[in-house]
């Protein structure tokens, strides 16, 4: 059992976490809410007069959200400079709905991130493999999630894959295998929510299994290394983390 104390590497939350517990809790819009240490009228008064596009605008909520850290701790940022201590890698999928920082409360310096369309990892992707050794031998991280999530539109798409081509058909192939191995099962099951559920599920089990079972993980944990390979489904609707009780570690 790990405690929520031990959870994240101690010294980032020396350095990084002070203070972030007292911050007034954000009730509107991620792009509308940096931080909160700014009152709502010293945020107002920075946003400049004017039409402006989203780029623009993103800009200035930067701006806005480094001034924001800064008035309570000047070191905020230069804290990051010496390195990474993550907690946790976090594999999930590239849906703008499903941002890993966001949903767990976390800040900069926490999650190691890795996402793609469907939250997948394959023997022959350089880039999920890339992620994953450099979180293994490098960072020592060790419990990385992959998290799948309701409502995803990659999981859909397996379930017809035949509606697409190029390098979208290729990534979510081993999906729409997944698929034709459970379809009765599935298909079972009610069209749309229910169905994408299931085989979501069934995706994050196949790939905690290809990873848990690389051949970086098993040297790591030969030598000694603690390397946990944990399946969540994070669910929209409720904004609640599902752990699928799958971790093979
Ligand atoms: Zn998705």
Redesign the pocket.
Known sequence: MVSIKSFFNIAAIATVLSGVNAAPKCVKRVVDCPRHHLTPQEIEAMIPAGNHTLTEMVLEYNKIWSNDNLSFDPNYFKNFTGGQYPGLTWIG?S?SRVPSDTLTETVPGQIFTHRN??NSVSEDDINSLAVLQYTIDELKVQDIVISG?TY????NAAMNATAFNGPIAKWIQPIADLYEANRAQIDALSPGYERNYALGKLNVKRVVDIVGNLEMVKTAREEGQIVRVHGWIYHMETGLIEDLKVTNE
């Open positions: 999928c849906d369309i469907a999530h995803c539109g990659g999981i």
